[in-house]
């Protein structure tokens, strides 16, 4: 099962609906510079605090010694099956600037990664955004300056049959349906009052 989109009480994009973050990547599929390129843009023009766009990302397409650096920063689990993505990510946030301390940077970020997976999913790609990372580990293997903090991991892929993880657990996690707390739980008109 390589589709499994979102249910919903009314109908969503496309793109939103389509959106989820498989582990089974088909690893004999290529990304090309163009569509990296379009999810790159697509997370340049998300929206920041103040316009401060802290937003930075490490890009490596798999076969590039890049992608190498940030497998080797994932943790194990999330190695054993993010090597056959076809491009690995760091999503970075630059904490200062010339005026000083950038407010709500992370959430800068996390609004540029989301754009990008969305962006993923119009070129017929999926992105998986992880915590499994070392955070300390990218700020080593890429010097990163001080005020750059690692906060996401994001493997892009082709979704493919669940059977290449290899592991029954994995397969039937793969396999499962998407869930989400009921809409009545997360829209609030007052706390412990349902908006719908």
Same mark, same amino acid.
């Given at each position: ?47 920041? %605090? #103040?316009?401060?766009?802290? &937003?930075?990302? *490490? +890009?490596?397409?798999?076969?590039? !010694?890049? =992608? ?38 992370? %959430? #800068?970020?996390?609004?540029? &990664?989301?754009? *990008? +997976?969305?962006?993923?999913?119009? !070129?017929? =790609? ?39 993880? #290899? ?30």
């Amino acid at each position: 099962m390589t589709d499994k989109p979102a249910e919903s009480s009314v109908e969503l994009h496309e793109l939103i609906a389509r959106r989820w973050s498989p582990r089974a990547l088909d690893p004999d599929e290529k990304i090309d510079e163009r569509q990296l390129r379009a999810l790159l843009e697509a997370a340049r023009w998300a929206p920041s %605090y #103040g316009n401060t766009q802290p &937003a930075r990302f *490490l +890009v490596g397409a798999r076969g590039s !010694e890049t =992608f190498d650096r940030i497998l080797g920063t994932l943790t194990e689990a999330n190695q054993a099956w993010a090597h056959r993505a076809c491009a690995l990510l760091i999503g970075l946030a630059v904490t200062r600037n010339e005026k000083g301390e950038i407010p709500y940077a992370t %959430y #800068g970020v996390a609004l540029a &990664a989301e754009n *990008l +997976v969305l962006q993923a999913v119009a !070129e017929g =790609f999926a992105g998986h955004q992880m915590a499994g990372f070392d955070a300390d580990a990218v700020r080593k293997e890429f010097a990163l300056p001080e005020d750059v903090e690692p906060v996401v991991a994001i493997a892009v892929g082709k979704p493919t049959d669940p059977e290449i993880l #290899g592991h029954e657990s994995l397969i039937e996690r793969e396999r499962a349906p998407r869930q989400r707390l009921p809409l009545s739980e997360i829209a609030l008109r007052d706390w412990n009052k349902p908006a719908f």
